[in-house]
């Protein structure tokens, strides 16, 4: 009997472990407010991408948004405004909220027959994820890479491009950046790209080696010679006891006031009686 028990008792802990480790969630967007397109490219018929990164909280707001690349400078404030007022239910690690990373892109795109014309190729989605030996990933996106426990990143991206009535080839290049400064090439080849397409997807897996410094990691994305945006992932021994501090200047950007109402203009000065 007293064997019986024990290992009942150690069925039951391994399976409230197993729930535990299964209540593993990214964080779900529940409002995203759509960025005003400025004036001036929309009468320019102006089209492009911002591509933002920073962290999403255990409460669901975005914080400590950094700059990483965009088409036109004059899309950059519209979209801090829009995704400062994002909320989000958090990521869950082991039943709890926690902190993840967030890759955030913004399109601005015109209807009719130039919808999606760009300048130049530019990324529109990202996602970063933990993943095993064979690449497949391991926990959602955004989640930290345990280094010397995770073997590889797994990344899947949206690459948008100009459409053209000819299928091409188009160089992609993906540098992983270190917290100082290292540079490590961990994507190098070149995609095919169908007639009219207006975007091409990009996905693949990279050796994350147990040397890799803790600390945010950028991806900077190279196509045909030009910067095309990226992102950043989370990388750490102990991620569950590290502080990661994201590099940049911290962008903040209000929505400008409304007009106070004009004043009405005095009257005729009235004559004392004497």
Sequence with gaps: MRR??????????????????????????????KPEYP?????GLRQGNVNLMGRIDTKGKVQDLRYVGSTLEAFLAPAIVAVQKWEFKPAMHNGKPVEVAANIALRFRLEGDKRGELSSPMIGDLSVYPADASG??????????????DPK?????????????KQRTIPVRVEAI???????VVFDQSLAVKPKATDVKISFTATADADWEDGVWLLRFVVENNEAGGGQFWAAVDPDHYQFVLPGKLLGVTAPAAPAPAKAAPGPAKKKKT
């Design 153 to 165: 990143i797994r990344v899947e991206a949206v690459l948008d491009v100009n459409p053209d009535a």
């Design 136 to 149: 497949r990933a391991t926990a959602p996106d955004g989640f930290p890479i345990r280094r010397g426990t």
């Design 4 to 33: 019986r028990g024990t290992v009942s008792a150690l069925l039951a802990f391994f399976a409230a472990a197993a729930a535990a480790l299964g209540q593993n969630a990214g964080a779900q967007l529940l409002k995203q407010a």
């Design 178 to 184: 270190s917290p100082i400064g290292k540079k490590i």
């Design 39 to 43: 004036e001036g490219p929309a009468k």
